[in-house]
C-alpha cells in the first residue's frame, strides 16, 4: 500500500514510513493512494469474528507486507490483553434502535487507547527491524498523554517525554501518567499553560538539529496508524447490528476529526454507513463550516468535554482532500489561506456532496449536562460529558429511528467525576482495576515555561541520543 500527502507535494511512502514520518513534508497529511474494499461477502464474514480477528482483516490492508501476518496477530491480541471488557468495545443498547459503543476499556478509559496500544507496538515492530531507536515527544491536557504513556511504557526501542501543564489537568489525569514508573517514561510538567507545553513540542519538532539527533516522533492524531486502528470499531459495530444487510448511522464526540474520519474510511471500504454525524461541544468550528461553508478558526473555550476543546481540527484535512476529487493543489491553497487569515470557503457544491453523508451538530454546556442527567434517568447509564455531546447530537439528528444509531462513548465517566456529580449528584468511581491510584508513588520533573530546558532534559535521557 502506498500513501499520498493531502497537500501533494511530498513523495509517496510506504506503510513503515508513513507511520515514522507524522507529517509529510510539504505540512500535508498521508492517505492511502485507493482504500481498500472489502466486499460484502468479507463484511459478512466477520458476523460472530472476535474483536481481534476482525481488527487483522480491517487493518490488514493498509499494512500489506510490512508486517507478517504472524507479528500482526501477535501485536493486536497483545494491544487488546490489558482490556476490561472482553467484546473490547461492547455496544450497550439505551433506546428501541439507539445504541453506545463503549470505547473506554482501555487502561487509560478513553478511546485513544484503542488506537495507542496498537500504534506503539507497530513502533517497535518496524523500529526493531531498522535497528533504530526513537524519542517521542508530545503535550497534553490530559487524555492524550496518559494513553501514550501506557502503550509505549517499558518498550526497548523508544524513550517518550510527555509535557503536562503543572498543576493544571485533574488529579486522575496527572496520576495516570506520573505513577508510571518505567524506565523510558519522562512526565514534564511545565510551568505554564497547555498552550505553552504544545508551543514547546512545536519548538522542538522545528529544530532540525535537534530532531535528528534525538530522533523526534510524534504520536498525535494525525498519524495514519491512530485513524486505521480506529477503524476496526466501526465494523465490529455495524456487523453486529446487521451489516452488510442493513445500514447504521454513527454520532460521534469531535475534536480532532481522527475519530470521525475513520468511519468515513470504513465507509469507503465498503460498510454500509447511514449517516456519520459530527458532535461538537462550544467550540463548534465543524457546525459553524457545515452551516456556512467557511471553516474559520475562533478562540479556544474551555468546556465540561476538554478533549473536544480543540479549535483546528487538524484530520479535516483528510476529508476535504476526497472531497475535492484528490486535488492536491486545491487542498494547499486552503490551507494556506488558513494560515494567512485564519479560514478558508469551501465550494459550495463540494459542500452539499460531504451533507449527503455528514451532519454536524454543536451541544452547549448546559444541554451537555442535562444530557448526562436525562440518560442516568432514562436508561440508568452514567455518561461522560463527552458521551453526553455525543447523545445529545444524535437525538437531535434521529430521523425517523429506522437505521441503527450507535453513539460512541469515547470516555469512563469516573475519568470526568466533577461534570457527572454536577449534573446528577453521583460521583461515578474508577473500576476495579485503577483503584490505588491514588496511593501510587508518583515521579515527574517540574522545568520552567522554557524549550531550551526541555530540550537539556531530553538530550541527557534519550537513549537515541547516545545510540
Ligand atoms: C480525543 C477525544 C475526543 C475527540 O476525538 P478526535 O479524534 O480528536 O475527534 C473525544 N472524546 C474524548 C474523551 C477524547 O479523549
Sequence with gaps: MKYV?????????????????????????????????????????????????????????????????????????????????????????????????????????????????????????????????????????????????????????????????HNRTSEVQRRQMTTVLDANVHNIAVEGSFDDCQAIVKALFNDHAFRDQTALAGVNSINWGRVMAQVVYYFTAAVALGAPGRPVSFTVPTGNFGDIF?????????????????????????????????????KVVPSWSPSMDIQISSNFERLLYDAYDRDGGAVQTMMAQQAQSGGFDIDPVRLETLKTTFGAIRVDEDETLATIRSTYAETGEIIDPHTAVGVAAASAARGDGVIPMVTLATAHPAKFPDAVERAIGVRPVLPPRLAGLFEKEERLTVLENDAAAVKAFIRERSRAVAA
Excluded: C
Excluded at 88 to 100: E, F, M, S, Y
Design 262 to 298: 475513520a468511519g468515513y474510511v470504513a465507509g469507503r471500504m465498503g460498510l454500509p454507513i447511514g449517516r456519520l454525524n459530527i458532535a461538537t461541544n462550544v467550540n463548534d468550528i465543524l457546525a459553524r463550516t457545515f452551516e456556512t461553508g467557511r471553516y474559520q478558526v475562533d
Design 5 to 165: 500527502s493531502t497537500r501533494g507535494g511530498a513523495p509517496s511512502l510506504d506503510f513503515e514510513d508513513v507511520l515514522l514520518a507524522g507529517l509529510a513534508r510539504d505540512g500535508g497529511l498521508y492517505v492511502p493512494a485507493d482504500w481498500p474494499v472489502l466486499g460484502e461477502r468479507q463484511i459478512r464474514a466477520m458476523a460472530g469474528l472476535s474483536y481481534q480477528e476482525t481488527a487483522f482483516r480491517v487493518m490488514k490492508p493498509f499494512i500489506g507486507h510490512a508486517v507478517p501476518d504472524a507479528d500482526l496477530v501477535r501485536i493486536i491480541s497483545e494491544a487488546y490483553a490489558g482490556f476490561g471488557h472482553r467484546a473490547i468495545a461492547p455496544l450497550v443498547q439505551t433506546g428501541r434502535n439507539d445504541w453506545l459503543l463503549e470505547l473506554f476499556h482501555g487502561p487509560t478509559l478513553a478511546f485513544k487507547d484503542v488506537a495507542m496500544q496498537v500504534l506503539a507496538r507497530l513502533f517497535d515492530h518496524v523500529l526493531e527491524k531498522r535497528g533504530r531507536q526513537i524519542t517521542v515527544v508530545g503535550a497534553t491536557s490530559g487524555d492524550t498523554g496518559s494513553a501514550a504513556i501506557e502503550a509505549f511504557r517499558g518498550r526497548a526501542t523508544s524513550d517518550i517525554f510527555i509535557l503536562h501543564p
